[in-house]
């Protein structure tokens, strides 16, 4: 099993900032890597797949990057809807496999 | 578009079998896509249990693997898991959702979207 390990567990950042989130696979995963947005209440919302390509309707400000093992995730300047947990997700091998989150509070 | 929505009972008994169903609205179950099942225990993250083509092709965790069966009912174009044996680690709000697929520059890529709402699971006597 291909473990996700994502840091840092909490990052607290002023709105406006930009905030960047990290993602280590244990194993390559190429760039078979997504990230979603969850909040409270809520199911996860896609933002990114293919490690850098934003789907639908997902605003700029919102960008990734990586291939291999390291993934970097990056909102560029912070806007109040933006304070929540934040799920890398692999899906080049079976099963597929979830960070542990990283929980974007305001600072 | 493709939208999901989970349903079951939201209690289960320890040693019983949880099941849920997936209704799928907007499209079809047979557009050459998969069919996964995510939970997630109380306050914790995310755990993919398992996908299923609308051939009935299944791929599961195998950290569940010996307790859960996927399978789909392309008549009501909808899906469902069942898991036995449960205890009171089972509990969870349960996700469904759809695979998609894209040949990029690097290979086919994977991703999860759309998601159902979620429905809670409690096992307790």
């Known amino acids: 099993e291909i473990v996700m390990t994502q840091s840092p567990a909490t990052l607290s950042v002023s709105p406006g900032a930009r905030a960047t989130l990290s993602c280590r696979a244990s194993q390559s995963v190429s760039s078979n890597l997504a990230w979603y947005q969850q909040k409270p209440g809520q199911a996860p919302r896609l933002l990114i797949y293919?490690?850098?390509t934003r789907a639908t309707g997902v605003p700029v400000r919102f960008s990734g990057s990586g291939s291999g093992t390291e993934f970097t995730f990056t909102i560029s300047s912070l806007q109040s809807e933006d304070f929540a947990i934040y799920y890398c997700q692999q899906s080049h091998n079976w099963p597929y496999t979830f960070g542990q989150g990283t929980k974007l509070d305001i600072k | 578009q493709v939208q999901l929505q989970e349903s079951g009972p939201g209690l289960v008994k320890p040693s019983g079998t949880l099941s849920l169903t997936c209704a799928v609205s907007g499209g079809s179950i047979t557009n050459s896509k998969w069919w996964s099942w995510v939970r997630q225990p109380p306050g914790q993250g995310l755990e993919w249990i398992g996908e299923i083509y609308h051939s009935g092709n299944t791929n599961y965790n195998p950290s569940l693997k010996s307790r859960v069966s996927i399978s789909v009912d392309k008549s009501k174009n909808q899906f469902s898991l069942k898991l036995s044996s449960v205890t009171a680690a089972d509990t969870a709000l349960y996700y469904c959702?759809?695979?998609?697929?894209?040949?990029?520059?690097?290979?086919?890529?994977?991703?999860?979207?759309?998601w159902g709402q979620g429905t809670r699971v409690i096992v307790s006597s």
């Open positions: 959702t759809r695979k998609n697929y894209e040949l990029q520059y690097l290979g086919g890529v994977y991703w999860f979207d759309p």
């Open positions: 293919g490690a850098s």
